[in-house]
């Protein structure tokens, strides 16, 4: 299954992945994983995409499209994947389906993960709290004003995608809002999973 999760940040998107993949047996394939670990291993990418995180912008579509591209073709991705963080763009969007059309492929849903913006900086900070009781390294972009850039930029570029993904018919929404385990189990229903898959999301 070949699935696209959109959300603003902080809305959950990586943690029901997890879930998701689990559930499914496809790969995680998360934009802003890939780019963190272009950065870490200081990669040409990785120096041109490390300030423009930092400031929570977004770095370019064709940068980063080809990126998840690449991904794509790869051949564990065959059978599916779960895409999170991709696309944030309608010229991302319109990427993703050439790359995908050029195989004879499509997607088959977009879940949408929907958060009241009030609840959203709540989060992040939690995140970035309970990263450092880890003894974990803080995403630099975790902080309270690369977070409002952040939310400007998912109103403003990433925000249309619902309305695109709704008349492809492609749109699920669910309330993000809800416990982690509720939140799977209506991502997982949108889909048509039964219990049996979702008996093997982690926690269950
Ligand atoms: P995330 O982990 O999805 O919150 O992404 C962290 C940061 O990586 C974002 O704030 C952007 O700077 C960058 N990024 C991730 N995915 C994309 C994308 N699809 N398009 C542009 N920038 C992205």
Do not use: C, W
Request: no cysteine; glycine share 10%; net charge neutral.
């Amino acid at each position: 299954m070949r699935l696209v999760l959109l959300g603003p940040p902080g809305a959950g998107k990586g943690t029901q992945a997890q879930r998701l993949v689990a559930a499914l047996n496809v790969p995680h394939l998360s934009s802003g994983q890939l780019l963190r670990e272009a950065v870490a291993a200081g990669t040409t990418i990785g120096r041109e995409a490390k300030p423009i995180m930092e400031r929570g912008e977004l770095v370019p579509d064709a940068l980063i499209g080809e990126m998840v591209a690449d991904r794509i073709k790869l051949k564990e991705a065959e059978g599916g994947f779960v895409l999170d963080g991709y696309p944030r763009t309608l010229a991302q969007a319109v990427m993703l389906d050439g790359a995908l059309g050029e195989r004879g492929m499509k997607l088959d849903a977009v879940l949408h993960i929907d958060v009241e913006e009030a609840a959203l900086l709540k989060r992040i900070l939690q995140r970035a709290a309970e990263a450092e009781s880890r003894g974990e390294a803080v995403r630099t972009d975790d902080d309270p004003v690369v977070f409002e850039k952040r939310m400007a930029r998912y109103r403003a570029e990433t925000a249309p995608l619902i309305a695109y993904y709704r008349k492809a018919r492609k749109l699920k929404t669910v309330d993000g809002g809800q416990p982690i385990d509720r939140v799977t189990e209506e991502l997982l229903a949108a889909i048509g999973i039964g219990e049996s898959a979702r008996s093997k999301a982690p926690g269950k």
